[in-house]
């Protein structure tokens, strides 16, 4: 039994290690959260997203129903770049809601 003495866990009754343990795998994961956020809204985020037309059929971009500019797309709507403003999302060819 002397090779169990230079495990950690058997010294003592070996809570603090698995502390330890639990610490270091929620440092792991909540790296891992904030570098998947950063990577979707700065490098994903900046893309231009296509979206299908139920009206006209194609892959179309999406623009604003105030100025026809790219919009920063929300959820259920977007912000127009051109004049700042909340709008809803239009598509380029046929001028109908995207939503």
Do not use: W
């Not at 169990?4 to 809570?15: H, I």
């Not at 037309?53 to 623009?63: E, N, S």
């Not at 127009?80 to 809601?97: A, D, F, L, N, T």
């Amino acid at each position: 039994m002397e090779f169990l003495r230079f495990l950690p866990l058997t010294e003592g009754d070996g809570s603090d290690m698995i502390c330890v343990y639990l610490i270091i795998l929620g440092v792991i994961l909540i790296g891992l959260y904030l570098g998947l956020y950063l990577y979707n809204t700065f490098l994903v985020g900046k893309k231009s997203k296509q979206h299908p037309c139920k009206y006209c059929g194609h892959m179309v971009d999406a623009v604003s129903d105030c100025c026809n500019a790219p919009v920063k797309e929300r959820f259920m709507g977007g912000k127009c770049s051109k004049c700042g403003k909340e709008c809803r999302v239009i598509c380029i060819r046929c001028k109908r809601p995207l939503y």
